[in-house]
């Protein structure tokens, strides 16, 4: 049994401090009893949120798993559609306990690397806004945008949910025949819904061809066909766990 706060959170459900306000305001109750802060619980626990049973399947933090895959374009990133589209969910491996939850979101005509865990509370810290964890992509645009378009873009213009940037964009050499396409990489540091293509947009060009090449500190390894994924290393984990600490987190002593 583990803490109820951190047994929530893991699940992927809302963040741990989100589920400190929910037992302190009485929401949460376990096996019929209003929970305090310092309860402990495990996922097989009748743990509900304002009388609805909680799903906590995928909390068994022993055995937290982490997936690299290369998301292809058609793909949907829901474990359901109700186009009939291919999931992400259908190419993956079974995890070994819980489920896969997704690291953010792609875009059914965006591939690259998505990253999959079964700790939820991971998942969450790497996709809130308060980490400001980098996604980089790169972009084929059709058009070449002027010097004016990307100061534009680096200091931010607004969309219909408020003003976004880049943080950077370099643009990258072209081989052979470019037919008016070029071709960028870009950074920011958050994951609304279609972001990068929004952006782009909103400057007048319309984007190609989008691929997302790294996240946080993990990259689209080379050797990574589309379609297929591998498990992260015990350093890549690590590494993630630093960039979900936050910008101003000290460095782990040794």
Known sequence: MIRLQKLIAASGLASRRTVEDWIRAGRITVAGRVAQLGDRASA?????????????????????????????????????????????????????GGRWINVGRLDVNTSGLLLLTTDGGLAHRLMHPSTEVEREY???????????????LLDGVTLEDGSARFDRIREEPQDGQT?????????????????????????GFEVSRLLRIRYGPIALPRDLRPGSARAAAPAEVEALERAAAGPQAPAPSK
Do not use: C, M
């Open 179 to 203: 037919g008016g396409h070029s071709t960028y990489k870009v950074v920011l540091h958050e994951g609304r819904n279609r972001e990068v293509r929004r952006l782009w947009s909103a400057a």
């Open 44 to 96: 097989g626990d009748d743990v509900r949120l304002d009388g609805r049973k909680l799903e906590l399947e995928g909390s068994d933090l022993e055995a937290r798993e982490l997936l690299l895959y290369y998301k292809p374009a058609g793909e949907v990133t829901t474990r359901s559609d109700p186009q009939g589209r291919p999931t992400v969910f259908d190419r993956l491996p079974p995890p070994k």
């Open 138 to 152: 790169l972009v084929r645009l059709r058009g070449r945008p002027g010097p004016e378009v990307i100061r534009a």
